[in-house]
């Protein structure tokens, strides 16, 4: 081999292999401030709670009466700052939660849950939300459905967070439809008993564009732009809703169509943990 | 007569909001802002609910409070709260062992009053 040939080899190994090493650092540096930014997200969020706490509790205090009867003039502005209060508290509690999956801290505490009374409870608890904005609720829950091995709290957070962006997003006056039954879709064989679940909440609202039909399950992703958009969110909550439905052994999806439908259905497994070895 | 919860915070308005509450469920509540001097009036008092901050200044920690319990004949149920913990977190686990119940802040009023009576007996 020519002597210029073999001086060009080593110099090209040499490149690559510094190329490499920075390469190493790069992703090493980025990992530390992925560690870094989780661990900001955890202190703001930890800190933001207690003031929260105080704000909450006083209006939880005044809008039971228990400061004294309210003047009627006072009745909407209080109960506009405790909604907004509950909103800042999801958001929190969102960003602790997201920020303890992302890095493998959220344990799931799995028990055997009744779909009928996670709708039930869910639904209740959204029912003065649905009457201001006179909203009708339908609950559509398949007879017999078998229970399901589930971490009862989190899949209340999924389904609180599909029941109000259903709220949010609805016009006044329409109807929200939450249903259950057993799911006949794929992967399901129609002779044998069926292992999975599925749980919608459909309200009428604009149509999600098919692109982003994805990727509003994409952290911070949102349908409208964060500067334009006419309604409040974080753009974390479905987030939230397709890792939990995933380590539920399931999968989470929207369907969108012109008529003005906007339908979120998520399957879950009758048993999640089967074949894991980590039944409790 | 009565029943008395000791209640220690060192936020003013947090007492004021728990002590509302509790007044509500028939309690009288003396209000503190620090471990010490929960320990100084269980010393001349007999408290039959103990509600208490995790993190607050003072050279006298909660775990203090529980420690000086232990020497009570009879402790009242304790029911611990923070903003500092997350559910499956070491420090809230150690309260769960130690404490008859744990809320996280920001609470549902309703679930405090729950807990309240679940530790009391009354549920």
């Not at chain 2, 232990?70 to 404490?99: F, G, H, N």
Request: net charge neutral; proline share 5%.
């Amino acid at each position: 081999m020519p002597e210029g040939s073999v001086r060009a080899g080593s110099k090209a190994a040499r490149d690559a292999a510094r190329m490499r090493r920075r390469v190493r650092e790069l992703e090493s540096r980025l990992k530390t401030l992925e560690q870094e930014k989780d661990a900001f997200v955890s202190i703001v969020s930890h800190e933001l709670r207690t003031p929260l706490a105080v704000i909450k509790g006083y209006l939880d205090l005044a809008s039971e009466g228990i400061l004294g009867e309210i003047p009627p003039r006072l009745t909407e502005p209080i109960l506009k700052s405790k909604e907004s209060a509950d909103r800042l508290h999801r958001l929190i509690e969102n960003l602790l939660e997201v920020s303890r999956l992302e890095d493998g801290r959220l344990p799931l505490k799995w028990k055997s849950v009744s779909v009928h009374s996670l709708l039930s409870g869910a639904v209740s608890d959204m029912e003065s939300q649905l009457k201001r904005k006179k909203l009708r609720l339908k609950l559509a829950i398949e007879d017999g459905l078998p229970l399901i091995l589930a971490d009862e709290e989190k899949m209340r957070r999924v389904l609180d967070q599909l029941l109000a962006n259903a709220v949010t997003h609805s016009p006044a006056g329409e109807e929200v439809v939450v249903e259950s039954g057993a799911w006949k879709g794929a992967g399901e064989n129609a002779a044998r008993a069926p292992s999975r679940v599925f749980i919608g909440v459909a309200n009428r609202g604009e149509e999600i564009p098919p692109g982003m039909r994805e990727k509003i399950f994409e952290r911070f992703r949102q349908v409208e732009p964060p500067l334009t958009r006419r309604k409040g969110g974080s753009g974390l909550g479905l987030y939230y809703c397709k890792n939990i439905v995933e380590l539920h052994g399931g999968r989470i999806w929207v369907e969108s169509g012109r008529r003005g439908t906007v339908r979120f259905v998520f399957t879950l497994a009758l048993d999640p943990l089967a074949g894991r070895g980590e039944k409790s | 007569m009565k029943r008395k919860a000791l209640v220690v915070d060192d936020d003013e308005s947090m007492l004021r909001i728990l002590t509302a509450v509790l007044e509500t469920e028939g309690f009288e509540a003396i209000t503190v802002p620090d471990a010490g001097e929960a320990i100084a009036r269980m010393k001349g008092e007999r408290f039959d609910l103990l509600i208490t901050d995790v993190l607050m200044p003072g050279a006298v920690g909660v775990r203090s409070i529980f420690r000086f319990m232990e020497s009570l004949p009879e402790r009242p149920p304790a029911i611990v709260i923070s903003a500092y913990w997350d559910e499956d977190s070491e420090m809230r686990r150690t309260y769960e062992e130690k404490a008859d119940g744990c809320l996280t802040k920001p609470f549902e009023l309703e679930d405090f009053r729950r807990l309240v009576r679940k530790v009391c007996g009354d549920a």
